[in-house]
């Protein structure tokens, strides 16, 4: 046994086999795969194989859409048959909700390159003869999709890999993992030590064994899933040696469940309410090929759904139940990328389509291991997206509500309830009784909109279709008479209560709680000079001033966000997106100097933010301060720490909506006072309080960039308009010389701000598809309605050629195309003189 490598897998299923795969194809060939029993043996054996390209994640569709074209060429590279049946796949529509999902996906389709068909009941009937159709309203087809042999693919996985060199060790279990003195990893196995200098872990049902064994809490834990496989039926039967082709998988997702042909029979797989968590503290040490007892009874409502809609299902016995453990993580996503806290050590885990994304998933770690960056925009499987708050308990009841909605429609503003509330800032019930609606980003409850007193949907207003997979709102509040949100890929019941709160911090003064933002503080001798060589922006240079600053990605796009404010001279306080906690502050512990010249502090739990936004905030502000707040005294981009009545903050005039106004940054003791005394001394302002979705219309008007939308690995800093930001005259900093050779070969891409034309009831919302004539031209990053300009909005990146003003182009939004006009950045006040007011 090899005692040094480059880099040890650990894990055999498709997961770990694709990631040595891809690994030694990258020329790391000295690298080692370790399984504790045989090849497959964890879940890859059971898997139903189906290969679905649908996925309305950016980042998972590239690599589903990777995999599927990759499976086929490793075939014709290894010579071995991964049994691939392209037969393509049907997802059925039996609502309007679920027809909208489709023609939102398939703008995501449409970017990442996907083939997606849509077809008529009668075109479904032409491919599913045994199908009933009469009460569709239509489907989509995948012609590329289809169904592999997983064992099959992971052996040809196997072969490929060593035939570049790599190795693998069966029957070998990890006991162990040290860092050693020189920062090697040392896996320890009962067949013998390796030392090494990655450790990528791919141990499926045991992710959260191996995480333990250097001290990571994996946010993984398996939940049961079942399908049925049943005895031959005489017309598949028929149809085969007919030699008619293969009906393909057939997917009724208002039923919740997958249906394909199998030996002669057919094989049904649903995806129920109830299916439990299994392996919580990882399976038995001689876990091999392993099932749990079937319960049919849970499977009842879908295998009635699949005899209504496949008669011929009920018409042949059971051959067989498969009742095995799939991966899971809290939203259904794979964890894809680097371990938080540990160098060199990498995740691969959670894959709950691990066929699927095996392929893709493997592709990427390979590129972020040894090139430094992955080529495609990763922050969806990004490992480090969830906290430390999603732990044994908060996985559970998350894994198995993600679980129970895989056929759930995916609408874009779906909030669901399972582990909630779990971090609530202190005003959250003062919040909660002035009307909020509440999302929740990295744990946090943050208010969403704003509902008036005895506000609630009725019944009708609903209009909740009758099918097994209904939800179309959230469960009713306490004290209120209906739900208060039916969601919608169209402007639905919020639109209009959204809006009057634009108004309200355009017109007077609105105050949003954003406590959930990441907060850090940088200190030390060595702080500005270090800061300096992280971020593309010059830091601020006199105490008290304001800089927004980018931390580029080793290829020159944008890794992440800061607003950075200088408090003393040799100390900073920096404020970034509450959902990249965990990302942001691993990427400036990992580049931290090592000589204790510079000191980190993670602050988000001991800071609230209350933002006053709106032309009467400094009025309202001042009532409470002794503090100057006039432009001369307190001018934008600046801050200062002030009295708040008998309270305290560390006021920020700056905010994402594009109004004059203060970040107030208070010890988190305080914000109740705080906030009792803004509303008491509001009510002579007319202060009301506002919402994300208020702030997200309001940051469209002012061509505000997000990450991971508008900025991103995958668009260079500069061909996301981040130029006034991005200071190429500095000395070394992060990206700066792959950004300039970037610049050098050309951008592809370039920010646009775009009005969108004849919209009635649906806005963009990101990912569609861009349109000169027939020709791709772009994509959407986001979209929405601009209320203060009252037009239609879509942030872009598009070909620069056609990214100049005035440029005519169309969008297409839920089928439809739309007429879409490139017009000035920022169409809300392009001076910034309400900001600077």
Same mark, same amino acid.
């Given at each position: 046994m090899k005692t040094h490598a480059r880099a040890v897998v650990i894990g055999g299923g498709v997961v770990g086999v694709s990631t040595l795969y891809h690994l030694a194809r990258k020329g790391w060939t000295d690298v080692v795969l370790v399984e504790r029993k045989e090849l497959t043996s964890g879940s890859t054996w059971h898997a139903a194989g189906l290969l679905p390209l649908f996925n309305m994640s950016y980042s998972v569709g590239q690599l589903h859409k990777y995999s599927v074209n990759f499976y086929q060429q490793l075939e014709r590279d290894t010579g071995k048959s991964v049994g691939f049946r392209q037969v393509s796949n049907i997802r059925l529509a039996c609502t309007r909700?679920?027809?909208?999902?489709?023609?939102?996906?398939?703008?995501?389709?449409?970017?990442?390159?996907?083939?997606?068909?849509?077809?008529?009941?009668?075109?479904?009937?032409?491919?599913w003869p045994l199908c009933k159709t009469d009460d569709l309203i239509g489907a989509i087809q995948h012609p590329g999709d289809g169904y592999i042999q997983p064992a099959d693919l992971t052996q040809a996985l196997a072969k490929g890999a060593r035939d570049a060199g790599a190795t693998i060790y069966r029957n070998t279990t990890v006991t162990g993992i040290e860092q050693t003195a020189a920062g090697e990893w040392r896996v320890r196995t009962d067949?013998?030590?390796?030392?090494?200098?990655?450790?990528?872990?791919?141990?499926?049902?045991?992710?959260?064994?191996?995480?333990?064994?250097?001290?990571?809490?994996?946010?993984?834990?398996?939940?049961?899933?079942?399908?049925?496989?049943?005895?031959?039926?005489?017309?598949?039967?028929?149809?085969?040696?007919?030699?008619l082709p293969e009906m393909g998988v057939l997917r009724e997702s208002d039923a919740a469940y997958y249906l394909r042909e199998e030996n002669g029979g057919l094989l049904l797989g649903p995806y129920e309410?109830?299916?439990?968590?299994?392996?919580?503290?990882?399976?038995?040490?001689?876990?091999?090929?392993?099932?749990?007892?079937?319960?049919?009874?849970?499977?009842?409502?879908?295998?009635?759904?699949?005899?209504?809609?496949?008669?011929?299902?009920?018409?042949?016995?059971?051959?067989?139940?498969?009742?095995?453990?799939?991966?899971?993580?809290?939203? $259904?996503?794979?964890?894809? #990328?680097? /371990?938080?806290?540990?160098?060199?050590? !990498?995740?691969? *885990? &959670?894959?709950?389509? $691990?066929?699927?994304?095996? #392929?893709? /998933?493997?592709?990427?770690?390979?590129? !972020?291991?040894? *090139? &430094?960056?992955?080529?495609?925009?990763?922050?969806?499987?990004?490992?480090?997206?969830?906290?430390?708050?999603?732990?044994?308990?908060?996985?559970?009841?998350?894994?198995?509500?993600?679980?129970?909605?895989v056929f759930t429609v995916h609408y874009p503003d779906e909030e669901r309830p399972a582990a909630r509330p779990l971090k609530r800032s202190p005003c959250y019930e003062r919040m909660e009784s002035l009307g909020a609606v509440f999302g929740h980003v990295f744990g946090w409850e943050r208010p969403n909109w704003f509902a008036p007193a005895g506000y609630g949907l009725s019944a009708a207003e609903l209009d909740t279709p009758d099918v097994l997979k209904c939800e179309n709102h959230p469960p009713v509040p306490a004290g209120r008479t209906g739900p208060l949100e039916k969601y919608s890929f169209r402007r639905s019941n919020y639109f209009e209560f959204v809006g009057q709160e634009c108004r309200q911090v355009q017109e007077k003064v609105g105050l949003l709680d954003m406590t959930a933002f990441s907060k850090f503080v940088v200190r030390g001798a060595n702080s500005e000079a270090w800061l300096n060589t992280l971020f593309a922006n010059r830091i601020p240079r006199k105490v008290g001033r304001l800089g927004l600053c980018h931390m580029l990605s080793g290829n020159g796009g944008v890794r992440s966000e800061f607003t950075v404010y200088k408090t003393g001279p040799q100390s900073y306080y920096l404020v970034s997106a509450g959902a990249m906690e965990r990302h942001d502050w691993d990427c400036l512990c990992k580049l931290k100097p090592h000589?204790?010249?510079?000191?980190?502090?993670?602050?988000?739990?001991?800071?609230?933010?209350?933002?006053?936004?709106?032309?009467?905030?400094?009025?309202?502000?001042?009532?409470?301060?002794?503090?100057?707040?006039?432009?001369?005294?307190?001018?934008?981009?600046?801050?200062?720490?002030?009295?708040?009545?008998?309270?305290?903050?560390?006021?920020?005039?700056?905010?994402?909506?594009?109004?004059?106004?203060?970040?107030?940054?208070?010890?988190?003791?305080?914000?109740?006072?705080?906030?009792?005394?803004?509303?008491?001394?509001?009510?002579?302002?007319?202060?009301?309080?506002?919402?994300?979705?208020?702030?997200?219309?309001?940051?469209?008007?002012?061509?505000?960039?997000?990450?991971?939308?508008?900025?991103?690995?995958?668009?260079?800093?500069?061909?996301?308009?981040?130029?006034?930001?991005?200071?190429?005259?500095?000395?070394?900093?992060?990206?700066?010389?792959?950004?300039?050779?970037?610049?050098?070969?050309?951008?592809?891409?370039?920010?646009?701000?775009?009005?969108?034309?004849?919209?009635?009831?649906?806005d963009a919302r990101g990912s569609e598809a861009i349109y000169q004539g027939d020709r791709l031209a772009g994509r959407c990053t986001s979209g929405g309605y601009g209320w203060r300009v009252g037009k239609s909005l879509a942030l872009a990146m598009l070909r620069p050629d056609l990214a100049e003003e005035g440029t005519e182009l169309e969008i297409e939004i839920l089928g439809q195309r739309h007429r879409a006009t490139v017009i000035a950045e920022s169409p809300y006040d392009p001076n910034n003189t309400a900001l600077r007011a």
């Open positions: 909700d679920r027809m909208d999902e489709y023609r939102y996906y398939s703008g995501v389709a449409n970017t990442v390159g996907v083939e997606v068909n849509f077809l008529t009941p009668d075109q479904v009937r032409e491919i067949q013998g030590d390796i030392v090494c200098e990655h450790v990528v872990s791919c141990s499926g049902n045991f992710a959260r064994k191996t995480g333990a064994m250097v001290g990571l809490d994996v946010p993984v834990i398996p939940v049961e899933h079942q399908y049925i496989v049943t005895e031959p039926h005489p017309d598949i039967q028929a149809r085969k040696q007919q030699g309410i109830g299916a439990p968590c299994c392996y919580v503290d990882g399976p038995g040490a001689e876990s091999e090929y392993e099932l749990f007892q079937e319960d049919l009874e849970r499977l009842e409502p879908h295998i009635e759904a699949a005899i209504n809609r496949v008669p011929a299902f009920g018409e042949v016995g059971v051959k067989e139940v498969y009742n095995g453990a799939i991966a899971y993580t809290p939203d $259904g996503n794979p964890i894809v #990328g680097p /371990a938080w806290g540990r160098r060199n050590f !990498w995740l691969n *885990e &959670g894959h709950s389509f $691990g066929i699927t994304a095996a #392929g893709g /998933a493997g592709w990427q770690l390979a590129e !972020w291991m040894v *090139e &430094g960056e992955p080529s495609v925009d990763m922050m969806g499987v990004d490992p480090r997206r969830f906290g430390p708050y999603a732990s044994r308990g908060y996985l559970r009841a998350k894994n198995e509500e993600a679980y129970a909605n000589d204790g010249s510079v000191e980190l502090e993670k602050v988000t739990t001991q800071y609230g933010v209350l933002v006053l936004a709106g032309p009467r905030s400094r009025d309202l502000l001042q009532a409470l301060t002794d503090a100057d707040l006039s432009n001369p005294a307190f001018p934008w981009l600046s801050g200062q720490f002030i009295n708040v009545g008998h309270a305290q903050a560390h006021a920020l005039r700056v905010n994402f909506v594009g109004e004059l106004g203060w970040e107030l940054h208070h010890p988190i003791e305080m914000q109740n006072t705080i906030f009792d005394l803004l509303m008491q001394a509001g009510e002579a302002f007319e202060l009301k309080p506002f919402g994300i979705r208020a702030m997200d219309s309001l940051r469209l008007e002012k061509s505000y960039r997000l990450i991971p939308r508008e900025m991103s690995i995958e668009y260079a800093a500069l061909e996301s308009g981040l130029d006034r930001f991005v200071r190429l005259d500095k000395q070394a900093f992060i990206g700066k010389e792959a950004l300039e050779a970037w610049q050098a070969r050309g951008f592809e891409n370039r920010f646009a701000t775009l009005e969108v034309h004849d919209v009635e009831d649906a």
